[in-house]
């Protein structure tokens, strides 16, 4: 059974930090997948925020991040992170971590993120 747990979220003042972290079951990163974070702030649709493959650090991030968020993976705890530095208020969203297995999209319960001014 495939579960993804994010953990992380929380209060923060713009220009602040934060590092989420998703652990994931049911399968390993060996097998190569592509990990990502998404958000959905109020009001707004989910939006990508930055993917990178299992087996090695290659992936994408949305221009809104670059320069700001990091997402990284630790293979032996099959854990992938996102590290987000000088936090907007618009970075407030919900934070969901998404894999997709065999053609089945899996998502995690999701993290508040708050930034305030």
């Known amino acids: 059974q495939v579960q993804l747990v994010e953990s992380g979220g929380g209060l923060v003042q713009a220009g602040g930090s934060l590092r989420l972290s998703c652990v994931a079951s049911g399968f390993s990163f060996s097998t190569r997948v592509v990990m990502s974070w998404w958000r959905q702030a109020p009001g707004k649709e989910r939006e990508l925020v930055t993917s990178?493959?299992?087996?090695?650090?290659?992936?994408d991030s949305a221009d809104s991040v670059k320069g700001r968020f990091t997402i990284s993976r630790d293979l032996a705890k099959n854990t992938v992170y996102l590290q987000m530095s000088s936090l907007k208020i618009e970075d407030t969203a919900v934070y969901y971590c998404?894999?997709?297995?065999?053609?089945?999209?899996?998502w995690g319960q999701g993290t508040q993120v708050t930034v305030s001014s």
């Open positions: 990178i493959f299992s087996t090695d650090n290659s992936g």
């Open positions: 998404k894999t997709r297995l065999r053609g089945i999209a899996y």
